[in-house]
Nanobody, 124 residues
C-alpha cells in the first residue's frame, strides 16, 4: 500500500503562484507514476498533470500546460505541482495520485492511490 499526503493548499489572490507537495510513504518502490487531479463541487475530477517518476517525463491537460508544472523528487518520494498566474476558476480540491503501472496518465481509473486532497481557493 501507498499513502499520499498533500500539502501547500490555501487561499491566494488571482495572479499569485502556489506550490503543492505530495509525499508518498509505504510501498513507494511500486510507484511508477504520480500526478494531480482537481475537483470542484458538482463536477468530475479533472486531470491536471502527471509524471513518470523514473524518467521525469511529464504530461499535462491542454488547458493546464501553460501555467502548471509537475515535478518529482525520487529520493523524497514527493511530487510537486507548481501553479502560477492563478485564476478564480482554479479554485478546487487538488488530489495527488500514484500508480504502479499505467496506461494513460490522464485517466482517474489509472491510479490506485489517492491523497485526501488539499483545498486551493483563488480570490478575485
Amino acid at each position: 500500500q501507498v499513502q499520499l499526503v498533500e500539502s501547500g493548499g490555501g487561499l491566494v489572490q488571482a495572479g499569485d503562484s502556489l506550490r503543492l507537495s505530495c509525499a508518498a510513504s509505504g510501498e513507494t518502490f511500486m510507484i511508477y507514476a504520480m500526478g494531480w487531479f482537481r475537483q470542484v463541487p458538482g463536477k468530475d475530477r479533472e486531470y491536471v498533470g502527471g509524471i513518470i517518476m523514473g524518467s521525469g517525463t511529464t504530461d499535462y491537460a491542454d488547458s493546464m500546460k501553460d501555467r502548471f508544472a509537475v515535478s518529482g523528487d525520487n529520493a523524497l518520494n514527493t511530487v510537486y505541482l507548481q501553479m502560477s498566474s492563478l485564476k478564480p476558476e482554479d479554485t478546487a480540491v487538488y488530489y495527488c495520485v500514484a500508480a504502479g503501472s499505467i496506461y494513460t496518465l490522464k485517466s482517474t481509473s489509472s491510479y490506485k492511490y489517492w491523497g485526501q486532497g488539499t483545498q486551493v481557493i483563488v480570490s478575485s
